[in-house]
């Protein structure tokens, strides 16, 4: 019985649980690996807003529940880091799959004080701190083939006169019309003076395109590292184009994990994936 129970004690010790760290104001809001990371961007930021969870949807859940006046402190917390290595899988500059690698996990107590929403009523945008928040997406039925219909969604809120549901123009593709989204969305906000945009998307080939790639795409002419022409280059260069002048922070969200902004605006891309091409 001794050795039984001795032996669930040293399993329980080597079991690593993983946690999520949820940035909700921050440098960069968002939900990390570690808490390392969750702590570049809230060490000395004012009124930091950041929580750990024990499932990833919950963090999420709290990233997207917006704040306005909101603050965090922590307790003191050990130092001592455990790491595992997750693969994570992204897609590249061809859509294909690739892993990356990522550490998680350490042991650190926080008490929270209460967090509220803001909503401009009037304009009922959704704020994160002084950043608009919108939802886009995009969609496309028999991707890759002849008869392939792509459509764009952008989401500003329930019943929101801007919310958009527009049929991609030109090339049909899943990648184009996630990239075309978030161009619309951009000129929406310009055409209101908005100067701050957090726009929430399930597609990690756009966020990485933007913030990532695109630089090594510049500097080598267009060109990808196997040779070959990057395929959306004009949508990029539109997109590129469009966030000069704004700030735009990228935030990923799970696509189909019940996230009712992203749903909604899912939703919105399949009804412009409905209708024909002007």
Known sequence: MWRFSGLLTALSIGMKKRFYYAVKA???????????????????????SFKKFAIED?????????????????TDCSDQIKSTNEEKNLEDCNGRKRSLSSVED?????????????????????????????????CCSSNGRKRAQA?????????????LSERLAGRQTNQRAEIVAACRAIEQAKELNIEKLVIFTDSMFTINGITKWIKSWKCNGWKLS??????????????????????????????????SGNEAADSLAKEGASKPLS
């Not at 921050?26 to 930091?48: I, L, M, S």
């Not at 859940?61 to 603050?71: G, I, L």
């Not at 959306?232 to 996230?259: C, Q, Y």
């Open 26 to 48: 921050g440098r960069k809001p968002g939900v990390y690996a570690t808490w390392d990371e969750c702590k570049e961007q809230v060490d000395k930021f004012p009124n930091a």
């Open 58 to 74: 919950d963090a999420w859940s709290f990233v997207r529940t917006v704040a306005s006046n909101s603050q965090a402190t922590s």
């Open 106 to 138: 350490e042991t650190c107590t926080k008490r929270f004080k209460s967090t509220q929403s803001f909503i401009d009523l009037e304009q009922k945008f959704t704020y994160m701190g002084d950043a608009v928040a919108v939802y886009t997406d995009g």
């Open 151 to 163: 459509g764009i969604g952008v989401y500003w809120g329930p019943g929101h006169s801007l919310n």
């Open 226 to 259: 196997t040779g070959g022409s990057v395929i959306n280059k004009e949508d990029f260069e539109r997109l590129d184009k469009l966030t000069s002048g704004i700030n735009v922070e990228w935030m990923h969200v799970p696509g189909h994990a019940g996230f």
